[in-house]
């Protein structure tokens, strides 16, 4: 048995306490049971080899429909927050010119993730927050499917952010570095 990438486990035990755990995304436990989640660690830290692996991803769903998402994991760049939305911009301009428009969306996740117009120390900011600088790669057909059958999905991003306001700061910082020193 080959030893998983470390990017990957402390991606999945975020994936487990976090997202799983406080039901931030009621439609990940199924995919994260069923091992239909793509992990791919990119190791590039400049712009241009990083959008070119982000892509790649994205015809790696189109070809391989028994993956239900992916998650590109960047292991060495991205770590300014800016430098992230850039990338993240830039990947979805990407995704239209290369033809995913309509077929696959993006959702970032970052570990210094701050939604705009909101305070840097706002519990909030907790619900991207992740282990490492993440770009996840969601089939919009399989989205669409899922959101037609889920009650109020209009409502999950407001009792995420309410959750994490009572949790609080010091609850995630806790888990986060305790995900980081595995």
Not at 26 to 43: G, L, M, Q
Not at 69 to 94: H, M, P
Not at 154 to 172: C, H
Request: hydrophobic share 35%.
């Amino acid at each position: 048995m080959t030893k998983q990438h470390p990017a990957i486990t402390k991606t999945k035990l975020w994936l487990e306490e976090v997202i799983i755990g406080l039901n931030f995304c009621p439609f990940a436990k199924k995919e994260f049971v069923n091992n239909t989640i793509d992990y791919y660690v990119c190791p590039q830290a400049r712009l241009e080899k990083a959008l070119e692996e982000v892509i790649e991803r994205c015809r790696y769903l189109t070809e391989h429909p028994e993956v239900e998402t992916s998650l590109v994991i960047f292991s060495l760049g991205f770590r300014k927050f800016e430098q992230y939305l850039d990338l993240v911009d830039y990947a979805n301009e990407l995704l239209i010119d290369s033809g995913f428009e309509g077929i696959i969306q993006i959702a970032s996740f970052h570990p210094d993730y701050c939604f705009d117009g909101e305070s840097p120390d706002d519990a909030s900011n907790f619900t991207n927050r992740s282990p490492l600088p993440t770009i996840h790669l969601i089939r919009e057909e399989s989205l669409e499917r899922v959101l037609s059958v889920y009650q109020n999905p209009e409502e999950i991003p407001d009792n995420n952010i309410a959750l994490a306001r009572e949790k609080g700061n010091k609850y995630f910082k806790q888990l986060l570095e305790r995900i980081h020193n595995i």
